[in-house]
Protein backbone atom coordinates (compact mmCIF):
# COMPACT_ATOMS: atom_id res chain seq x y z
CA UNK A 1 0.00 0.00 0.00
CA UNK A 2 1.55 3.41 -1.24
CA UNK A 3 2.32 6.32 1.73
CA UNK A 4 -0.54 9.00 1.24
CA UNK A 5 1.44 11.43 3.83
CA UNK A 6 4.77 11.27 4.70
CA UNK A 7 6.23 13.76 7.69
CA UNK A 8 9.49 13.57 9.67
CA UNK A 9 8.69 10.89 11.81
CA UNK A 10 5.76 9.42 10.56
CA UNK A 11 3.93 8.28 7.53
CA UNK A 12 0.06 7.76 6.54
CA UNK A 13 -1.66 5.50 4.11
CA UNK A 14 -5.04 3.65 3.94
CA UNK A 15 -5.81 0.89 5.93
CA UNK A 16 -5.58 -2.76 4.69
CA UNK A 17 -6.69 -6.14 6.31
CA UNK A 18 -3.29 -6.30 7.14
CA UNK A 19 -3.97 -3.97 9.63
CA UNK A 20 -6.41 -5.99 11.86
CA UNK A 21 -3.79 -6.68 15.09
CA UNK A 22 -2.95 -3.27 15.09
CA UNK A 23 -6.49 -1.52 14.82
CA UNK A 24 -7.35 -4.00 17.60
CA UNK A 25 -4.34 -3.13 19.87
CA UNK A 26 -4.99 0.43 20.02
CA UNK A 27 -8.94 0.31 20.10
CA UNK A 28 -8.80 -1.92 22.51
CA UNK A 29 -6.47 0.12 24.96
CA UNK A 30 -8.77 2.00 27.61
CA UNK A 31 -5.99 4.64 27.61
CA UNK A 32 -6.73 5.64 23.90
CA UNK A 33 -10.44 4.93 23.92
CA UNK A 34 -11.24 6.85 27.19
CA UNK A 35 -12.43 10.23 25.41
CA UNK A 36 -13.90 8.75 22.10
CA UNK A 37 -17.43 7.83 22.76
CA UNK A 38 -17.07 4.44 20.73
CA UNK A 39 -15.47 2.58 23.81
CA UNK A 40 -16.03 -1.50 23.65
CA UNK A 41 -17.02 -0.92 20.13
CA UNK A 42 -14.18 -3.32 18.92
CA UNK A 43 -13.92 -5.64 21.36
CA UNK A 44 -12.32 -8.38 19.32
CA UNK A 45 -10.25 -8.79 16.02
CA UNK A 46 -13.41 -9.67 14.24
CA UNK A 47 -14.77 -5.95 15.18
CA UNK A 48 -11.28 -4.53 14.25
CA UNK A 49 -11.98 -6.29 10.76
CA UNK A 50 -15.42 -4.63 10.32
CA UNK A 51 -13.98 -1.16 10.67
CA UNK A 52 -11.35 -1.96 8.36
CA UNK A 53 -13.42 -3.06 5.97
CA UNK A 54 -16.98 -2.09 6.21
CA UNK A 55 -15.69 1.43 7.46
CA UNK A 56 -12.81 2.83 6.49
CA UNK A 57 -12.25 1.18 3.25
CA UNK A 58 -15.52 1.92 2.42
CA UNK A 59 -15.05 5.73 3.13
CA UNK A 60 -12.18 5.86 0.69
CA UNK A 61 -14.30 4.44 -1.95
CA UNK A 62 -17.14 6.60 -1.05
CA UNK A 63 -15.57 10.11 -0.10
CA UNK A 64 -12.01 9.42 -1.61
CA UNK A 65 -11.09 9.88 2.30
CA UNK A 66 -10.80 7.95 5.75
CA UNK A 67 -8.47 7.55 8.73
CA UNK A 68 -5.44 6.57 7.75
CA UNK A 69 -3.15 3.72 9.52
CA UNK A 70 -0.70 6.35 11.52
CA UNK A 71 3.35 4.42 11.17
CA UNK A 72 6.08 5.48 13.22
CA UNK A 73 8.34 5.58 11.00
CA UNK A 74 11.81 4.47 13.12
CA UNK A 75 9.95 1.81 14.44
CA UNK A 76 7.92 0.66 10.94
CA UNK A 77 5.20 0.09 13.17
CA UNK A 78 1.10 0.84 13.24
CA UNK A 79 0.82 3.25 16.33
CA UNK A 80 -2.95 4.60 16.00
CA UNK A 81 -4.92 6.30 13.31
CA UNK A 82 -4.75 10.20 11.60
CA UNK A 83 -7.34 11.24 9.12
CA UNK A 84 -10.87 12.73 8.19
CA UNK A 85 -14.10 11.25 8.53
CA UNK A 86 -17.54 12.78 6.41
CA UNK A 87 -20.06 13.55 9.72
CA UNK A 88 -23.19 13.95 7.91
CA UNK A 89 -24.93 15.63 10.72
CA UNK A 90 -21.89 18.11 11.15
CA UNK A 91 -21.68 18.18 6.96
CA UNK A 92 -18.38 18.26 7.26
CA UNK A 93 -15.19 16.26 7.41
CA UNK A 94 -13.95 15.77 11.05
CA UNK A 95 -10.44 15.13 11.98
CA UNK A 96 -9.67 12.46 14.24
CA UNK A 97 -6.36 11.30 15.18
CA UNK A 98 -5.82 8.23 17.94
CA UNK A 99 -1.91 6.58 19.25
CA UNK A 100 -0.73 4.14 21.47
CA UNK A 101 0.16 5.77 24.52
CA UNK A 102 3.67 5.42 24.60
CA UNK A 103 3.31 7.73 21.58
CA UNK A 104 1.52 10.36 23.20
CA UNK A 105 3.54 13.96 24.68
CA UNK A 106 5.96 13.79 21.79
CA UNK A 107 4.37 16.04 19.78
CA UNK A 108 2.80 13.36 16.99
CA UNK A 109 -0.48 14.15 17.41
CA UNK A 110 0.36 17.53 16.56
CA UNK A 111 2.85 16.67 13.57
CA UNK A 112 0.23 14.24 12.23
CA UNK A 113 -2.81 16.81 12.28
CA UNK A 114 -0.91 19.35 10.47
CA UNK A 115 0.22 16.47 7.58
CA UNK A 116 -3.91 15.68 7.39
CA UNK A 117 -4.81 19.12 7.25
CA UNK A 118 -1.89 20.09 4.52
CA UNK A 119 -3.41 16.89 2.59
CA UNK A 120 -7.30 18.11 3.00
CA UNK A 121 -6.38 21.21 1.47
CA UNK A 122 -3.66 20.13 -1.16
CA UNK A 123 -4.35 17.27 -2.32
CA UNK A 124 -8.79 16.80 -1.50
CA UNK A 125 -9.71 20.38 -2.13
CA UNK A 126 -11.63 20.78 1.08
CA UNK A 127 -11.84 24.04 2.18
CA UNK A 128 -13.65 23.18 5.91
CA UNK A 129 -12.58 20.83 8.46
CA UNK A 130 -14.30 20.12 11.77
CA UNK A 131 -13.62 18.68 15.18
CA UNK A 132 -15.47 17.46 18.22
CA UNK A 133 -13.33 16.63 21.33
CA UNK A 134 -14.41 15.94 24.69
CA UNK A 135 -13.60 19.00 27.20
CA UNK A 136 -11.46 16.92 29.68
CA UNK A 137 -9.36 15.80 26.39
CA UNK A 138 -6.86 18.34 27.51
CA UNK A 139 -4.01 17.37 24.82
CA UNK A 140 -6.59 16.86 22.11
CA UNK A 141 -7.93 20.63 22.73
CA UNK A 142 -4.45 21.75 22.79
CA UNK A 143 -3.26 20.37 19.40
CA UNK A 144 -6.54 22.17 17.50
CA UNK A 145 -6.21 25.01 19.17
CA UNK A 146 -2.10 25.06 18.26
CA UNK A 147 -3.37 24.14 14.16
CA UNK A 148 -6.02 27.06 13.99
CA UNK A 149 -9.15 25.49 14.71
CA UNK A 150 -11.48 28.09 16.31
CA UNK A 151 -14.09 26.95 19.23
CA UNK A 152 -18.06 27.19 18.01
CA UNK A 153 -19.64 25.65 20.47
CA UNK A 154 -19.51 23.25 23.54
CA UNK A 155 -22.53 20.87 24.12
CA UNK A 156 -23.20 17.39 25.47
CA UNK A 157 -22.98 14.08 23.32
CA UNK A 158 -22.78 10.93 24.16
CA UNK A 159 -22.56 11.53 27.48
CA UNK A 160 -19.49 13.93 27.58
CA UNK A 161 -19.73 17.81 27.30
CA UNK A 162 -17.67 18.64 24.16
CA UNK A 163 -15.93 21.13 22.50
CA UNK A 164 -16.63 22.01 18.77
CA UNK A 165 -13.95 23.13 16.42
CA UNK A 166 -13.80 24.80 12.87
CA UNK A 167 -11.13 25.39 10.87
CA UNK A 168 -11.93 27.05 7.04
CA UNK A 169 -9.15 27.20 4.62
CA UNK A 170 -9.34 30.02 2.37
Not at 5 to 25: G, N, S
Not at 52 to 77: F, Q, S, V
Request: with cysteine; aromatic share 12%.
Amino acid sequence: MSILIETPRLQMRQFTMDDVEAVYEFSTNESVTRFTGDVGFIQTRQDAEHVIRDIWIAEYEKYGYARYALIHKEENRVIGFCGLKYEPELGSPDIGYRMLPDYWGKGLGTEACQAILNYAKEELGLGKIVAEVVIENIASNQILQKLGFIHKNTYLKKGFSIHYYELVHS
